[in-house]
């Protein structure tokens, strides 16, 4: 029997030091927000464990999510796709095409059973019978419940496999479909965004090859680590949100002095995501940064929740303009009514009680 192929030997073949590769380890941890034990269990996990064979289809899509995760850097996406794992079947960056792609997935469907991860891209269309979208002579959607069956488990890459995404937008002709709502038995990991953030897919995909299981998932099936606060939370503007300065139109004064975005329809206090964190392009920058308001990406229906650049949630802050007394005064009147209010209810309930005496 052959002795298996692990990331760590594939890397030593390739003349990576064990230097660099606890640096990787260590890199890696630090990306996926684990302390130096983390670090320990990565490098023991890539040094043991077989590498994850990952069967990569596109449906309905626009192939961002596959630009956006080529350009990774912690880890670099080369790490990760010809060392970590095993990417035996991708459309889009491999070789073979026709009946030799074929033949890889059926050689992956029965030599790895139970075993390898399902990636999706984009979703199926339901419509006429899923002819919206033909892959290999066959439905997009029949394919992907048949590579399903024997999948370990599924992630659904960016907003088109997590929510439907623009092609699911009203009316949604072709009835485009998210992959949770056509596959009932598989664990699914989703990783929403226009696309994700390169890092957090492959810290999806070094999570699960190092642990052998999915991150924790928040109520959505999303992972905790990456999706569990809003970008309003960290973003760098916060302040100036707090402080009640806001950019009232494009290139204002407020504008060039980076200004709060709200106003002009930034979705930063209800989109949940690591933009601000994590950011993109290496950690470089993220849309609020370069002067953009956020749209609402990874939340569900973002394509039909109105236009971009209008404010539609009234979010109320206090300011830190304002002064003491001027909070106090609103604070009081909040007190003041309701203390009313409460004499009120309490005059109404004496009343009522007086009458069933007398009824009585």
Partial sequence: MAAIETFYDVIRRQG??????????????????????????????LET???????????LECTCCSESFIRSAHPLVKDVVLSMISLDYDDTIMAAAGH????ILQE????YKGKYILAVEGNPPLNEGGMFCIDGGKPFVEKLKWMAEDAMAI???GACASWGCVQAAKPNPTQ??????????KPIIKVPGCPPIAEVMTGVVTYITTFG?????????????FYSQRIHDKCYRRPHFDAGQFVEQWDDESARKGHCLYKMGCKGPTTYNACSTVRWNGGVSFPIQSGHGCIGCSEEGFWDKGPFYERLTNIHQFGVEKNADEI???????????VVTHAAATAVKRIVSKNNDHSA
């Fill in 16 to 45: 990576v030091t064990r230097r660099s590769f606890t640096k990787f380890c260590s890199l890696t941890a630090a990306s996926l927000g684990m302390g130096p034990i983390g670090a320990a269990k990565i490098a023991n996990a």
């Fill in 49 to 59: 464990k077989e590498r994850t064979p990952v069967i990569w289809m596109h449906g």
């Fill in 100 to 103: 030799q792609a074929e033949a």
């Fill in 108 to 111: 992956t469907k029965e030599k």
């Fill in 155 to 157: 992630i659904a890459w």
């Fill in 176 to 185: 485009a479909t998210p992959i949770d709502k056509v596959i009932h038995d």
């Fill in 213 to 225: 299981r999915l991150p924790e998932l928040d109520r959505q099936g999303r992972p905790n680590m």
């Fill in 328 to 338: 106090g005064l609103a604070a009081a009147g909040l007190v003041g009514a309701a």
